[in-house]
């Protein structure tokens, strides 16, 4: 099997992502086989195939605004497990998934890793046989193909004389900000890689069955926003490595404990790294100070291979949404990031949580995990890794012959 790359990854030149997003997760009735799915699936394609036209089939003859909808759909490790499915990729073995929640709650994410589940969690949602991603210009083209996927697939067993196949076990929606800023208020995927080759490289599977494909890392990270405010400006700073402000990297620290910022950023006349003229301060230079390499831009961005294509470098392709949801207390709301990470082997996602000197021990950025000045700002809400896998001429919809 070999194609091109689904739309709703946009890492082609003078692409960019919709500014809303939703993120399903589909799950098998119990009993049924991967035929059964497949007819499904190829059911429910159709109805996708038509939504991104802006047809949609309570309302025939009547199109409606598509928001220019994106759809993308990965297959986890469950899918692979059904009766008469392929071999699961060896990249979607046990060493490249996350651990389940405990029983009692919570529990890491992966050992190693930083990164732990939310106090009472049992159950992780972003672990099914099937995960469907959009993209979209509007909120409504997203919403409205959460809920027509979900009355196709209540539908399906009338239409189709089939019994109940698939169902909708949870799902997940955020935004993009205009600010280019995140919840903590620094600038927010300054350094992510470039359009073009560069990115294509790092997510592009380049052998084997699903050549031209990628696999889908999803993150649901809760932001802890009063622990964080309770940092002063200078402590987040370090944290984080960047200047609070204009963005410009930390290079570093005097007797004072004051950071110094890099040399001419930004560029004079502007007034953050983001705006015109400041590209060549997006990726952090390397600093000597220990304070400031255990910051998260230091961890997260250096040491690495310039080779994309070569996993070792670590370098993943994020497109990141934000989200705000009502909660009970103070503050009255949780808010946080969809993490959507693509790469060509989940081992680099697995290798940059667990690995000491880049994101290994440490929740987010600065200290690791146990040591006195450790933040701990970040909690897992549910998490998985999906195969993508690439258009194929004939198949009727990414994947079909999964379900052979």
């Avoid at 997760?25 to 049924?32: C, K, T, W």
């Avoid at 250096?302 to 009970?328: A, C, K, M």
């Avoid at 987010?364 to 998985?384: S, T």
């Amino acid at each position: 099997m070999s194609g091109s790359m689904q739309e709703g990854i946009f890492f082609q030149e003078g692409t960019r992502p919709g500014k809303f997003f939703l993120i399903t997760f589909l799950a098998v009735e119990p009993g049924v086989d991967a035929a059964q799915v497949k007819r499904c699936l190829g059911s429910l394609w159709r109805t996708l195939s038509d939504l991104r036209a802006g047809l949609v089939e309570d309302l025939p003859g009547f199109p409606v605004p598509h928001g220019d909808l994106k759809v993308t759909i990965g297959y986890g490790p469950l899918a692979f497990k059904l009766s008469g499915a392929a071999a699961i990729p060896s990249e979607l073995g046990p060493s490249n998934r996350f651990l389940s929640p405990r029983t009692s709650g919570g529990g890491p994410l992966l050992n190693g890793a930083g990164l732990f589940y939310e106090d009472g969690l049992v159950k992780n949602t972003a672990t099914e046989a099937i995960a469907v991603q959009f993209i979209a210009e509007t909120q409504l083209a997203v919403l409205r193909a959460l809920v027509e996927i979900w009355k196709a697939l209540v539908n399906y067993p009338s239409k189709s004389g089939a019994p109940p196949t698939l169902y909708v076990a949870g799902h997940f929606q955020g935004f993009q900000r205009d600010d280019h800023r995140s919840w903590i208020d620094f600038h927010d995927g300054v350094s992510n890689l470039r359009s073009g080759p560069e990115r294509e490289n790092a997510i592009t599977i380049k052998e084997g069955a699903y050549r031209g494909g990628t696999y889908l890392c999803f993150l649901r990270l809760l932001v802890d926003l009063p622990r964080w405010r309770a940092l002063s400006r200078n402590e987040q700073e370090l944290v984080v490595g960047r200047d609070k402000l204009t963005g410009c990297s930390l290079t570093g620290i005097d007797e004072s404990g004051t950071a110094s910022r890099e040399a001419g950023c930004p560029f004079t006349g502007t007034s953050t790294v983001i705006d015109s003229g400041n590209d060549g301060f997006h990726e952090p230079p390397l600093v000597g100070h220990p304070v400031l390499r255990q910051s998260h831009v230091q961890r997260a961005n250096l040491q690495h291979s310039q080779n994309t294509s070569d996993p070792q470098s670590l370098r993943i392709f994020r497109q990141g949404y934000e989200f705000l949801e009502p909660s009970v207390g103070t503050p009255p709301f949780r808010l946080g990031l969809n993490f959507v990470s693509f790469q060509d082997t989940p081992r680099r996602v697995i290798r940059l949580l667990t690995r000491d000197g880049w994101l290994g021990n440490t929740n987010f950025g600065g200290a690791p995990i146990g040591e006195h000045a450790a933040v701990d700002l970040l909690k897992v809400n549910a998490g998985g890794i999906y195969l993508v896998p690439p258009i194929t001429p004939g198949e009727g919809f990414p994947g079909e012959a999964i379900f052979q």
